[in-house]
């Protein structure tokens, strides 16, 4: 059989600020310097600190050999790991029966996340992978090998302990992009009243044609999807109905205190990707290109140095710059 060419996958990146909350209060203020975390590990071998964090039917865990410091560009950077021994995949040759994939008691199938710390800035960017962790399952994780790591350094928080937030930052410049796109292939509405449709600023939009006759049901809560998902690729919704819709509920999230939120599936044109953006919450994201070896697994470093050269420190892309730009920090920070 032909040996198969490699193939080119794309990846993409979340940008956050690490905060610690009062797990007492909910209180999410203060910024989380990750550096103690880091220089920790880096200054620990493994049998040091227990990494395996269990989350219900899955485990995750940090990849002690990924973690490294970039002085050059004040950047740390690790994998975490997610771990399941469920639902686990078969071998198959072409022609041939399946092989199932023994594990031991202690083997796992592991998907894993790049986690990229900007010391200066304070910045934690996340890679996103669809079979790997959440950014909530992430957040839990780093709470507790925090804890831990406290706790190993005598300074545990026993009595006042402090969970992890990961908050995104918000990019509103992405409303006028998706605005500009040609093709609208899917968007999801909700809400959790519909007494804003009657009033007479709304009577005549779009949004409020679409629930008009749903409040005659009754109920609290209400989701609306448009798609095109079976469509060819370059079909798309109304054009000019999504932007008014766009609009629409834009202003009613900024003129009231109705509960209503939109994601949009779009695409500058037919050869591009679709970008699912949250209306309401448009995160900063960014997104490279990497050739894959088949049937090989992707290493951090190999990532992570294009996620630098391609984006992050890119002089046409400066990731960098515009993640400063959004947060509202300076250059000096």
């Given at each position: 059989m032909a040996r198969q060419k490699n193939s080119w996958k794309k990846i993409r990146f979340n940008?956050?600020?690490?905060?610690?909350?009062?797990?007492?209060?909910?209180?999410?203020?203060?910024?989380?310097?990750?550096?103690?975390?880091?220089?920790?590990?880096?200054?620990?071998k493994h049998s040091d600190l227990n990494t395996a964090v269990p989350l219900g039917d899955e485990i995750a865990d940090l990849e002690w050999d990924t973690v490294h410091f970039d002085e050059k560009n004040n950047l740390y950077y690790c994998q975490l790991s997610k771990n399941r021994s469920k639902d686990i995949p078969s071998k198959k040759k072409l022609n041939h029966n399946k092989v199932p994939l023994e594990l031991e008691d202690d083997e796992y199938i592991g998907e894993f996340n790049l986690l990229v710390y900007d010391a200066q800035y304070n910045l934690l960017i996340v890679q996103s992978n669809f079979f790997g962790l959440t950014v909530k399952q992430i957040a839990t994780t780093l709470s507790i090998l925090r804890q831990r790591i406290k706790d190993a350094m005598n300074k545990s928080e026993k009595d006042n302990p402090r969970g992890i937030v990961l908050e995104p930052l918000i990019d509103s410049s992405e409303i006028s992009r998706i605005k500009s796109h040609n093709i609208y292939r899917r968007i999801v509405i909700k809400g959790s009243d519909y007494n804003f449709a009657a009033a007479d600023d709304y009577k005549e939009l779009p949004l409020n044609k679409a629930i008009a006759n749903l409040s005659k049901v009754g109920g609290l809560n209400f989701n609306i999807e448009l798609s095109m998902s079976r469509s060819a690729r370059n079909k798309s919704l109304d054009v000019k109905q999504v932007r008014e819709i766009i609009d629409e509920v834009l202003n009613i999230r900024e003129n009231d205190t109705v509960d209503v939120a939109m994601s949009i599936a779009s695409k500058a044109n037919e050869e591009e990707p679709v970008d699912v953006v949250n209306l309401i919450e448009p995160?900063?994201?960014?997104?490279?290109?990497?050739?894959?070896?088949?049937?090989?697994?992707?290493?951090s470093e190999y990532i992570y140095t294009n996620f630098c050269e391609q984006n992050y420190l890119n002089n046409k892309a400066n990731m960098r710059k515009k993640a400063i730009r959004v947060s509202g920090l300076t250059q000096e920070s």
């Open positions: 940008y956050f600020f690490p905060s610690l909350i009062d797990i007492s209060d909910n209180n999410a203020d203060i910024r989380w310097d990750m550096k103690e975390f880091f220089e920790f590990i880096l200054g620990h995160r900063l994201k960014s997104e490279i290109s990497i050739e894959v070896e088949n049937r090989t697994t992707i290493g």
